[in-house]
């Protein structure tokens, strides 16, 4: 049995109501927290299943989306996210609304059908996105003290399994591997023991050879070579007969 009911409305919280539902189910269990569209068996008569898994859970967390006041469908008696909430109140189980982000304000009651009223008068808590880590382990530590019988299934490792995570494999490598997340300025290398040219990056590359400075001066016929830098004039004369061609 769930212990927590997440209730949302789709279009202005399901994001939300799905990264909740993976922190609890990932701190407290897979089966501690109830979300619809993933909780419902298929074949299962969605209405029947609704009401009765609000009145077996301990806990009610309402996520409240930027736009959830003025949807006209929360003035519906035929709205589940209306009916849920209500049906919460009236089984006695503690509502506790999320607000989405930094731009959802507090219900204020005059934006409230009147028997959604009292969901103003509840303390609620906030989820931001750009706090999610931290937002998400203290709204955890809110369902725990709420729901004491979860805290025997809790975690130890309380950290959500990706928040901030860093993968990577290195295969091969004798010596010392280092991995780092954001790198700001220069990545040097060092190789060792290398025999041959090694390159890592633009420019040209000379391994073991001569470097020449100055000017130089070659008699005779057929290819000039030279190794390394050179510094100053290059200067070839040629005798008279392969001046000729001979």
Known sequence: MAEVFINYRTGDGEKTAALIKRELSYRFGENSAFRASESIAPGTRYPEELIRSVRRSALLLAVIGPAWTRFAELHRSDDWVRREILEAFDCGVPVVPV????????????????????????????????????????????????????????????????????????????????????????????????SGPVHTGKGDIYNNSRHISGGRHFSGHGMTYFEGDNRGGI???????FQQGH
């Open 235 to 241: 200067h070839q004369r040629f005798s008279e007969r």
């Open 99 to 194: 607000l989405e982000g930094r731009k959802t304000e507090r219900l204020n009651g005059a934006d409230l059908p009147p028997e959604l009223g009292r969901l103003a008068e509840v303390q609620s808590v906030r989820l931001d996105m750009q706090n999610a880590v931290a937002d998400l382990r203290r709204l955890g530590d809110v369902v725990a003290d709420m729901v004491p019988s979860l805290k025997a299934h809790e975690r130890h490792d309380r950290s959500s399994p990706d928040a901030g995570a860093v993968s990577n494999a290195t295969g091969e490598v004798n010596g010392t591997a280092v991995q780092s997340r954001d790198i700001t300025g220069d990545v040097g290398t060092v190789i060792k023991g290398s």
